[in-house]
């Protein structure tokens, strides 16, 4: 339900049947603009909005006390940003087909497609040495 502080219906509150809170502007009945969500459990998002999703430039706080600060597209965080954690550990980087990448865990990533494709080689060359096995047994060539 929203409740309108205005006759132009671009700014109000709106209460969900969860418990979660927005407060800030709307476009044609959707968040659309600046405002800010906050959910029943303590996490929230104070940015800009755009046909109910965060788009452009937000900050998402999770009860955890962790930080994301950068910019959404269409509700998936974008391009550069910056995590700080509750222990004040701070990492910047970008984001890249989905995954947050920085200096300190660009190599990680790289180490971890090597092994998994270690991985899959010997998973696979297992799956064919077997399946070989097989035939050669159900057709009789040996």
Request: net charge positive; glycine share 12%.
């Amino acid at each position: 339900m929203i409740k309108y502080k205005n006759d132009e219906k671009s700014q109000g509150t709106q209460t969900f049947d969860n418990g979660d809170i927005y407060i800030g502007t709307f476009k044609d009945g959707l968040k659309h603009g600046k405002g800010k969500l906050t959910t029943r459990n303590n996490r929230s998002y104070e940015g800009d909005w755009k046909n109910d999703k965060p788009h452009g430039f937000g900050i998402n706080t999770f009860p955890n006390g962790k930080i994301y600060t950068g910019n959404f597209d269409k509700g998936k965080p974008v391009g550069d940003g910056q995590w700080t954690y509750a222990d004040g550990r701070i990492y910047n980087g970008t984001w890249i087909n989905g995954t947050f990448l920085n200096k300190d865990n660009t190599s990680e990533v790289q180490e971890y497609k090597f092994i998994t494709l270690i991985i899959n080689i010997i998973v696979i060359g297992a799956m064919l040495s077997f399946v070989i096995y097989w035939v050669v047994k159900f057709l009789k060539i040996i």
